[in-house]
């Protein structure tokens, strides 16, 4: 379940600071170090302690330590600040690609009965169509009658790749390591 973010006076305070929102932006590619962040942002290394730990007393960041290295990430209240409906947009991609996918299923459905439905119940042209199908010549109306079920299905299984971009790099930031070398 997300957690749901009350912004009281602490937070604002530490949010106050252009630098503290910088970041926090720094923070949402990857954790880093002190060091990381003073290179990119180019602060000194006690400035940046003194912000970090700012965030860190309202819970917008966290240290952990890896071998000998500190490094500091966003908690689940820092992403969901810079990002607060991320999880929404998930579940709404997910939402629209289940019912791109039913309805390419319904359509194709309805293609296939068309198929074996009697010709005298179909239009001229559509009979016609049919006749020149039987004689060796391409069935037009039946391809025109898959492109509807196919573009639906090909909706479904670009925002399901969407929702699953989504998801992986949220997962991705969440059980990041840094890489160690093995000499330490």
Known sequence: MQEKVTLD???????????????LKSLDERPKTIAELSRELKFSKSSLHEHLS?????????????????????????????????RTKILVLLSLSLLSLATGI??????????????????YATREATELGRKG????????SY????????????LLYLTYRMWRKRERYRNWRPEIPSEY
């Open 106 to 123: 319904f359509e194709l459905s309805k293609v296939s009965k068309l198929g074996t439905t009697k010709v005298k119940y179909l239009t």
């Open 137 to 144: 010549a391409i069935n037009h109306v039946n391809i025109c």
């Open 9 to 23: 006076r602490k937070i604002f305070e530490a949010l106050a600071s252009e630098t503290r929102i910088n970041i």
């Open 147 to 158: 492109a509807l079920p196919i573009v639906l299905l090909a909706i479904c299984v670009s």
């Open 54 to 86: 700012k965030m860190l007393d309202v819970g917008l960041v966290e240290k952990q330590e890896y071998s000998k290295w500190v490094y500091y990430r966003l908690t689940e209240k820092g992403r969901n600040i810079l990002h607060p409906h991320e």
